[in-house]
Nanobody, 123 residues
Framework: QVQVVESGGGLVQTGGSLRLSCAAS????????MGWFRQAPGKEREFVAR???????????DYADSVKGRFTISRDNAKTTVYLQMNSLKPEDTAVYYC?????????????WGQGTQVTVSS
């Protein structure tokens, strides 16, 4: 089993920045992909960013079009922690942000989910 815990959410003004953290614990050796998703009130959960890693292909990232150029996902190998640096925040970025991790045996599907952290961007 793997546990993921998000932190770093809060209230920020338009144009501001926040950095979210996602700490993974447990059998982290089975994880090779972690991602961030978000869900705004009245909307479905949507993909934000993904980071994958392996010894043969290195590290790869992917972003939703709505956050490209503003958000950056990264990983601290030693701490098995993934970060989401969010810059130039907009009111439409307001949502609960969730971190998720896969089990590489099952491919890229996200199995382990955190409880979420609220991000509110005021106009």
């Amino acid at each position: 089993q793997v546990q993921v815990v998000e932190s770093g959410g809060g209230l920020v003004q338009t144009g501001g920045s926040l950095r979210l953290s996602c700490a993974a614990s447990g059998r982290t050796s089975i994880v090779d992909t972690m991602g961030w998703f978000r869900q705004a009130p009245g909307k479905e959960r949507e993909f934000v960013a993904r980071i994958s890693w392996s010894s043969w292909s290195g590290v790869s990232t992917d972003y939703a079009d709505s956050v490209k150029g503003r958000f950056t996902i990264s990983r601290d190998n030693a701490k098995t922690t993934v970060y989401l640096q969010m810059n130039s925040l907009k009111p439409e970025d307001t949502a609960v942000y969730y971190c998720a991790a896969n089990n590489r045996v099952n491919g890229p599907s996200y199995i382990y989910w955190g409880q979420g952290t609220q991000v509110t961007v005021s106009s």
